[in-house]
């Protein structure tokens, strides 16, 4: 079972957890009316074998979203840190 480490909670089954997809995306500008950049970020994605940057959300606890640094080969964790940091 894979278990995520939030920094909030701490660790828990990846049960409490959604997959929010590839962090690593970078989302075209709202005012974009370029088609075919809107239907590579919504539809194309790399299906990597290894190193991964993914959004999970905690959805049964804090409800923050993560980004955590996942092996797809065996899903060793490297980190996890919050996607939004709170401002100071």
């Not at 290894?50 to 959805?59: L, P, S």
């Amino acid at each position: 079972m894979l278990r995520i480490d939030c920094p909030c909670c701490g660790p828990r089954d990846h049960d409490e957890f959604r997959y929010g997809g590839d962090a690593s995306v970078i989302r075209p500008a709202h005012d974009d009316a370029d088609f075919e950049a809107w239907y590579r970020y919504v539809f194309v994605r790399k299906n990597p074998a290894g190193a991964h940057r993914e959004h999970w959300q905690h959805v049964l606890g804090c409800r923050q979203w993560l980004i955590v640094e996942r092996d797809t080969r065996n899903h060793a964790i490297a980190s996890i840190v919050l996607a939004r940091r709170p401002s100071r």
